[in-house]
């Protein structure tokens, strides 16, 4: 099966209806418009048949979430499902690209806020079971009244050069031969650049100076934003922090282009184009 070229789980066009959310009968009519769409997910899986999604007419579960409004003024849904056999994961859908940009987007929401639900059903506050509201992006506590509210954890990716040369890790559960650039959640009280500057110092040993921002990604597992950056080294001996990464290297130019395209003579290779480490590489290999 050809693998997409396209970043993966970006162009969602829906409108998410964040005035109308809180009014339960507008909510209501759109469910029961004929032209509603659901989504039925377990976990990171999906319904697919023949290549395409396959929407329904129902919500599989009680809470239904509501993703947005289409163009045409149907309303798309989610709900958890039971596991079966034959639903396809997002990852195999983004690296197949046999679905639409979009399409993919819209199950990248879904299983973000359908995950932050099965884990976020009491409260943290006092224990109590949560109520779902606004169409799924709030869960109230009636006992002590607070509110909840779905989470995206930020995360700098970041290629990072020296000269003609880029540094690129791998971690010990990586598909053999798996080289990546640097990553890393940010912490409270960090801007982006203050965060990829401590994540590559603390994995490899390297300090970073100039950064810019490349571009960004969803990534639904569960939760992620993937803030996109090159950055310039200010030294080039690498430590690495075994807790973090199995080995990193510098990889001259003309290296990373083989892993990029395949034809890596020691069969290293690079993320796929679903991930953003893919455009990062060749981003910062256009750049040099």
């Known amino acids: 099966m050809p693998l997409s ?7 969602n066009s829906l409108d998410r209806c964040a005035n109308q959310r ?10 029961m418009q004929p032209s509603s769409r659901h989504i039925h997910m377990s976990d990171d899986k999906t319904f697919i048949r023949e290549g395409k999604l396959q929407t329904f007419e129902a919500a599989k579960a009680r809470e ?8 045409e003024g149907a309303g798309w849904f989610a709900s958890v499902a039971e596991a079966e056999d034959n639903l396809v994961d997002l990852r195999s859908l983004a690296a197949a690209g046999t679905l639409a940009q ?7 929401q879904a299983r973000s806020l359908l995950h932050w639900h099965s884990h976020h059903g009491y409260c943290a506050n006092c224990g109590i079971k949560t109520e779902m509201r606004d169409a799924g992006y709030r869960r109230h506590c009636t006992a002590c009244g607070t509110d909840h509210f779905p989470r995206t954890d930020p995360v700098i990716i970041i290629a990072v050069r020296h ?24 912490e409270p009280g960090e801007t982006i ?21 490349h571009l960004n990604q969803p990534w639904p597992f569960p939760s992620s934003l993937m803030i996109g950056l090159i950055g310039e080294a200010l030294n080039d001996d690498i430590v690495i922090d075994p807790k973090e990464l199995e080995t990193a ?8 282009r083989a892993m990029l395209d395949g034809r890596h003579a020691q069969g290293l290779k690079a993320p796929q184009p679903l991930a953003i480490a893919h455009h990062l590489i060749r981003a910062s290999l256009q750049s040099s």
């Open 249 to 256: 290297r510098w990889f001259e130019e003309q290296e990373v």
């Open 163 to 186: 000269k003609a040369r880029m540094l690129l890790g791998r971690q010990s559960a990586w598909p053999d031969g798996m080289y990546s650039t640097l990553a890393g959640f940010m």
């Open 102 to 108: 979009g399409e993919l987007a819209i199950l990248a």
């Open 64 to 71: 239904c979430i509501l993703l947005g409004v289409d163009a």
């Open 22 to 31: 809180s009014d339960e009968g507008w909510l209501s009519g759109l469910l």
């Open 193 to 213: 650049e203050e965060a990829a500057r401590r994540e590559v110092f603390e994995e490899a040993g390297i300090r970073v100076g100039d950064i810019r921002f």
């Open 5 to 11: 070229s396209t970043l993966a789980f970006l162009g």
